[in-house]
């Protein structure tokens, strides 16, 4: 009889071993991952666009849609009856498009402008075209009216946000009258919000 227990013993404390070690001393995580976009994909989506509220999270700025910013306001130079800048992210290479109004996109829209955003000969500076750099959620870009004269440029500095960018606008020049270089901060705090295709 009490071989009966000791086989007894054994055996539930090897269930009681498999089972402290399936449960708490391996990481399951990605297994549970992969279930969970497969039974419920659009919490997996809304899990994904909120990583930035996660600890140790790997920022990305995405690809399948755009960022876009719109203003109308008081501007540097006095009023301004709109503007609206889009961001457009590939393969290492951020896209921008300005309208002198405030402008609404549709879907449609969308997926045309990610269409045409291919890298075309952006092997040096443009002023629609500019390679980012991305340090965990601090992006910086950099846009040259005249590739001729990069002294000249657009520096977008800011950060990633659960809901797109943040990003501080700047003009970079050199002024002659006081033969230097010099920048006029165009927009603080400009919110670009993403907007999928």
Same mark, same amino acid.
């Given at each position: 009889?009490?071989?009966?227990?000791?086989?007894?013993? !054994? *055996?539930?404390?090897? #269930?009681?071993?498999?089972?402290?070690?399936? /449960?708490?001393?391996?990481? /399951?995580?990605?297994?549970?991952?992969?279930?969970?976009?497969?039974?419920?994909?659009? *919490? *997996?989506?809304?899990?994904?666009?909120?990583?930035?509220?996660?600890?140790?999270?790997?920022?990305?700025?995405?690809?399948?849609?755009?960022?876009?910013?719109?203003?109308?306001?008081?501007?540097?130079?006095?009023?301004?009856?709109? !503007?609206?800048?889009?961001? !457009?992210?590939?393969?290492?290479?951020?896209?921008?498009? %300005?309208?002198?109004?405030?402008?609404?996109?549709?879907?449609?829209? !969308?997926?045309?402008?990610?269409? /045409?955003?291919?890298?075309?000969?952006?092997?040096?500076?443009?002023?629609?075209?500019?390679?980012?750099?991305?340090?965990?959620?601090?992006?910086?870009?950099?846009?040259?009216?005249?590739?001729?004269?990069?002294?000249?440029?657009? %520096?977008?500095?800011?950060?990633?946000?659960?809901?797109?960018?943040?990003?501080?606008?700047?003009?970079?020049?050199?002024?002659?009258?006081? *033969?230097? #270089?010099?920048?006029?901060?165009?927009?603080?705090?400009?919110?670009?919000? #993403?907007?999928?295709?």
């Amino acid at each position: 009889m009490s071989t009966l227990f000791t086989v007894l013993g !054994i *055996a539930f404390g090897l #269930f009681l071993l498999k089972f402290i070690y399936d /449960n708490f001393l391996t990481d /399951n995580s990605e297994q549970a991952w992969q279930k969970l976009k497969e039974r419920d994909p659009e *919490a *997996a989506r809304m899990i994904e666009q909120n990583q930035g509220l996660n600890l140790k999270t790997s920022y990305r700025i995405r690809e399948d849609g755009l960022y876009l910013w719109a203003y109308q306001g008081n501007g540097p130079n006095g009023y301004i009856s709109g !503007i609206t800048i889009g961001l !457009i992210f590939k393969k290492g290479w951020a896209y921008k498009f %300005e309208v002198d109004f405030v402008a609404s996109l549709s879907r449609e829209d !969308i997926q045309e402008l990610l269409e /045409n955003a291919t890298v075309f000969d952006a092997h040096g500076p443009s002023p629609d075209v500019s390679p980012f750099q991305l340090d965990g959620k601090q992006l910086h870009l950099h846009f040259y009216p005249d590739p001729e004269k990069t002294s000249n440029y657009l %520096e977008a500095k800011g950060e990633l946000t659960i809901n797109g960018l943040r990003l501080d606008l700047t003009q970079h020049f050199i002024n002659y009258v006081k *033969a230097d #270089f010099d920048s006029q901060t165009l927009f603080t705090g400009a919110e670009f919000v #993403f907007l999928p295709a």
